[in-house]
């Protein structure tokens, strides 16, 4: 297994111990809490470094190209969904941010069984940062820096939304017409 593929490894594993962290104690333990952000940070960091490395070493595998993927989903869906049992996130944002990852899932999906590989877009790359940024933001929950949680969280939001759209509209031909 190469580097890129053990840090995508590293994310994964890195989750139930994020999460424990995070919910410990009905998440009213701070100390806990800073854990948590900084696994976050750290699985985070992972994420972007191993599609660097896998991309300037030509180490890009099969397992990579599903698993990384896979473990940064699993990454965001899982702190959003303790962000919601913390009362921190409302429901309805989170199914849409969750619903959105499921639609490009999809249309990655058919375009891979077409042959097509759909690239990550610029508004995708903002969203992971916003999102990241708010769920670090709402994890640590320091009072002075509540408006810029709940500003990131509002652009990830519309970022969530806009990077949708935009993946339809550039991708749409794969689904009515099997091919771009």
């Not at 989750?15 to 998440?27: E, K, M, N, R, S």
Request: glycine share 6%; charged share 15%; net charge positive.
């Amino acid at each position: 297994m190469n580097l890129p593929n053990k840090l995508t490894t590293l994310r994964i594993i890195l989750i139930p111990f994020f999460v424990g962290c995070l919910l410990y104690q009905g998440g009213e333990n701070t100390s806990f809490r800073y854990i948590a952000a900084g696994i976050f940070i750290v699985a985070s960091l992972t994420d972007l470094l191993d599609g660097k490395i896998a991309r300037k070493y030509n180490l890009v595998t099969n397992f990579g190209k599903f698993m990384d993927p896979l473990a940064d989903k699993l990454l965001v869906c899982s702190a959003l969904i303790c962000l919601i049992e913390l009362g921190q996130l409302p429901a309805w944002m989170v199914i849409i941010i969750i619903s959105r990852e499921f639609i490009i899932s999809g249309f990655r999906l058919v375009a891979s069984d077409n042959g097509i590989v759909i690239a990550a877009s610029y508004w995708g790359k903002f969203k992971t940062t916003f999102q990241m940024a708010a769920v670090i933001l709402l994890i640590v929950r320091i009072e002075a820096l509540a408006l810029a949680a709940d500003i990131c969280v509002w652009i990830a939001l519309a970022l969530t939304v806009i990077s949708l759209v935009d993946y339809i509209v550039k991708n749409h031909k794969v689904l009515t017409e099997g091919s771009m």
